[in-house]
């Protein structure tokens, strides 16, 4: 059973920064993908960065040139660094794991939640 926990969130002023983790355990193979999400208020979840195991790495136009994603593939750890934070930043932040084999499928964490001050 893969358990993935977030943590990091916090609350914020405009401009500063934060740095998310998230740890998808339970198993010993790595994970194909893993990413974060973010859903705000009345909105719907979307996806901010995703790594593939390969060390690709993709985000969203709202967060290039201020949010990096990076991962410790063995241990199916996952970095997010966010940087000159925004108001619209503001939301549940979420973790979510591929797999192609073993526990195969998507698996999410509970969220951490992230808050900006104006």
């Known amino acids: 059973q893969v358990q993935v926990v977030e943590s990091g969130g916090g609350l914020v002023q405009a401009g500063g920064s934060l740095r998310l983790s998230c740890s998808a355990s339970?198993?010993?193979?790595?994970?194909?993908?893993m990413g974060w999400y973010r859903q705000a208020p009345g909105k719907q979840r979307e996806l901010v960065a995703s790594i593939t195991n390969s060390a690709e790495a993709h985000y969203a136009d709202f967060v290039k040139g201020r949010f990096t994603v990076s991962r410790v593939y063995l241990k199916n750890t996952l970095y997010l660094q966010m940087n000159n934070l925004q108001p619209e930043d503001t939301g549940a932040y979420y973790c979510?794991?591929?797999?192609?084999?073993?526990?195969?499928?998507?698996?999410w964490g509970q969220g951490t939640q992230v808050t900006l001050s104006s």
């Open positions: 979510n794991a591929q797999f192609i084999v073993g526990p195969r499928g998507e698996h």
């Open positions: 339970g198993t010993l193979i790595g994970a194909k993908k």
